[in-house]
């Protein structure tokens, strides 16, 4: 249905109509104390010529920049197709689908994604999304407490391997619910979550969360400790990077009997970092766990012709049929989002995700050689990573980023800030949109602001670029 | 016309409770509740041993279109549940006086107080007929 505005006599036809001679009247009811002041601090609105401008200049500051952050959101190739498809009106403007014979469309392709997710983690059933990942994570770490029959004191075990914004989400959310949050802290050599810091709380935990791979790029010894977790007949949730499960084991198939819940972020499907947001979030689980799943899920059924259909189900689930009980307050999914995931996922393929995942694992190994050979640059763990790598430079990290923004590089995520113990330390990300160009840039920028505040001899300058490219 | 037998008593909320030999009571819901749900999809019963006071939610019965709770008719400790409701929901429509009975319940006092007889109940759900 197309969008159609009232003119002026369309307005004063239907206020004749029912015998109201402004709009204004309409509100009466309201006492004229609680009506609402004009917004003095919002500006007026522009014309669509001042805010066309506007936006481009703001879009501009982002441009052009080379971008070597990870830390949750990753800049990958979305192929033209992706978002041509999901601009189409159908996609863009569908609206939430409660009303199945209407809402078709949307509900197969969201039963396609969730096909699509579940498969990914190697788990029996994916929701429809939520808002993101951290909120996934708290979602899933409410549903382990609602499932784990085997575990009242809900008590939690969270390694400080997994993503800071993560955890704060984590106890913004369940914090007033009863449920205690423990960190776990990681090993400073490897930067893993040891199954020996986890003993001292065996048989007495509801959860236990594992990073894969974890913030600092590293990759866990998953196995381990899902095989742990299930010794404590505790719930094993795992929160990962869905690109790197293309390549990586699932979760379906961590340890003996897999990991029960997976969820993460599902931005690097598809997703632009579009300065932050919106993104998505994934929630899956083992069949048994069904019922507890938050968010909507769309199943799969015949009409009463016998014809195949799509339907939102198990919705006692949900807050509409059951408010008390509902097994969370989300009332909706990231449609937008997952309809670009799913288009994107389909395009890729496993194969084409598995390249994607390989072709980040070679660059940002290529960028830790290239960076490493400046020196006074190291490598802080001593781990198999993914994509993404701490080192350590000699000089303050907050300085070196400033001065390499000037050159427009966005060399890495500081992580002192969150890791007061990983000072001058930096999260550096390189995914398949990056050439050895792109990192001899890097090297020789990174050379450059290291010897300035030194006052290193131009000679050694030289020699130490000359190495750089021999090593790209 | 719902079935109402004569030798169960009953509850506002529509239980029904059999007071059986061994002084414990057996308690299900009747069948005009059956009828109102519709199709049962789903059963989450009490944990055994869980003590509950008249009128706490015990129980939770799903349908395709709807989820109602299940009320304590007394107050008690739970000594039995029908497990077979698990993956048979449905013996909640075909008996539920018989095959679809929830749960057994052994009450704290012996009297049973404030329980409807058959005919109040069906007074009940006269009233509830549009």
């Known amino acids: ?472 | 016309m719902s079935s109402v037998p004569k030798s169960l008593k009953y509850s506002n909320s529509h239980e029904w409770v059999r007071q059986d030999e061994d002084d414990l009571l057996t308690v299900g819901v009747t069948d005009h509740a059956q009828t109102m749900l519709g199709d049962l999809v789903y059963v989450e019963l009490p944990e055994l041993e869980g003590s509950f006071e008249t009128g706490q939610e015990v129980a939770v019965v799903e349908s395709v279109k709807a989820a109602a709770d299940v009320y304590s008719p007394v107050s008690g400790e739970i000594v039995e549940i029908n497990e077979l409701l698990l993956e048979n929901p449905q013996l909640i429509n075909e008996d539920p006086y018989g095959k679809g009975w929830l749960f057994r319940i052994r009450p704290f006092e012996s009297e049973l107080k404030d329980l409807l007889s058959a005919d109040e109940y069906s007074k009940v759900v006269a009233s509830e007929a549009h």
């Open chain 1, 1 to 472: 249905m197309p969008f159609i505005p009232h003119t002026k006599h369309d307005v004063q036809t239907m206020l004749a109509t029912i015998g109201v001679d402004k709009i204004d009247d309409l509100f009466d009811e309201i006492p004229a104390s609680l009506r609402g002041a004009s917004l003095a601090s919002i500006p007026d609105g522009l014309t669509e010529m001042e805010l066309t401008r506007l936006m481009r200049e703001r879009a501009k500051q982002d441009s052009d920049l080379l971008c070597f952050i990870g830390a949750g959101a990753y800049e990958h190739h979305i192929p033209a197709a992706v978002w041509d498809v999901t601009s189409r009106g159908e996609y863009l403007t569908a609206y939430t689908p409660y009303q199945a014979e209407a809402s078709q469309g949307t509900l197969q392709l969201l039963y396609e994604y969730q096909t699509m997710m579940s498969s990914l983690m190697a788990l029996d059933v994916s929701n429809a999304s939520l808002y993101d990942g951290a909120s996934a994570l708290a979602e899933a770490v409410l549903m382990a407490a609602r499932s784990n029959k085997n575990s009242k004191n809900y008590r939690i075990l969270m390694p400080r391997t997994v993503h800071p914004h993560y955890r704060d989400v984590v106890r913004a959310i369940v914090g007033q619910q009863g449920i205690e949050i423990i960190e776990v802290p990681f090993d400073p050599r490897t930067g893993t979550t040891a199954v020996a810091s986890l003993q001292k709380y065996a048989n007495d935990i509801t959860a236990l969360v594992i990073p894969q791979p974890n913030f600092f790029g590293v990759i866990e010894d998953v196995d381990a400790l899902t095989n742990w977790a299930h010794e404590q007949k505790a719930i094993a949730i795992a929160v990962v990077n869905p690109m790197a499960m293309a390549l990586l084991k699932a979760p379906g198939q961590w340890g003996k009997n897999g990991a029960d819940i997976a969820c993460g972020e599902g931005q690097p499907l598809g997703v632009p970092l579009a300065s932050g947001g919106p993104y998505y979030g994934f929630l899956c689980c083992k069949k048994e766990f069904v019922r507890q799943l938050p968010g909507r899920i769309v199943g799969r059924t015949v009409d009463a012709d016998g014809k195949q259909g799509f339907v939102l189900t198990l919705q006692a689930r949900e807050q509409h049929i059951r408010r008390a009980k509902a097994t969370s307050n989300i009332c909706t999914n990231q449609g937008l989002l997952v309809t670009a995931s799913t288009i994107y996922m389909s395009l890729m393929g496993p194969q084409g995700l598995r390249r994607t995942a390989l072709a980040c694992y070679q660059n940002a190994h290529a960028l830790r050689d290239v960076l490493t050979a400046i020196p006074g640059v190291e490598v802080v763990f001593a781990s198999p990573m993914l994509h993404e790598i701490v080192l350590r430079l000699p000089q303050s990290v907050d300085t070196v980023l400033s001065e390499l923004a000037k050159f427009n590089i966005q060399g890495g995520y500081a992580l002192n800030h969150v890791y007061p113990e990983l000072g001058n330390c930096v999260l550096v990300c390189a995914t398949e949109t990056k050439t050895s160009a792109d990192f001899a840039k890097y090297a020789e920028k990174l050379q450059q602001v290291l010897s300035k505040s030194k006052g290193v001899h131009a000679a050694f300058e030289k020699k130490t670029l000359v190495d750089c490219e021999k090593g790209v």
